[in-house]
């Protein structure tokens, strides 16, 4: 029988989310909401591409500071913004 997993509760764009801990943003942008990080500058949605930092296309804001949802993990009552939120 496995420990039950540790859940981590934090904000993304305003609303409660909950993954399990561990879970990166980019993983939680899909489990918790579109999975849309920002906006091009033409307006198109981008989602996390590559999965290790290099594409850019998962930035979002983590407490008012812009980051790499896929090389940050979900944390305890972070703030968490997508570019696309109004």
């Keep these: 029988m496995s420990a039950?997993?540790?859940?981590?509760?934090?904000?993304?764009?305003g609303q409660a989310a909950?993954?399990?801990?561990?879970?990166?943003?980019?993983?939680?942008?899909?489990l918790c909401g579109d999975g849309i990080a920002r906006q091009s500058v033409s307006g198109q949605a981008r989602a996390p591409m590559c999965g290790?930092?290099?594409?850019?296309?998962?930035?979002v804001q983590v407490n008012g500071q812009s980051c790499l949802a896929c090389q940050?993990?979900?944390?305890?009552?972070?703030l968490v913004q997508s570019e696309t939120a109004g």
Excluded: D, H, K, W
Aim: hydrophobic share 40%; with cysteine.
């Design 18 to 30: 909950q993954v399990p801990l561990g879970t990166s943003l980019a993983a939680a942008l899909y």
């Design 52 to 59: 290790m930092g290099v594409c850019q296309e998962c930035r």
């Design 4 to 13: 039950p997993q540790t859940m981590v509760q934090f904000q993304l764009n």
């Design 72 to 78: 940050t993990l979900c944390a305890q009552g972070m």
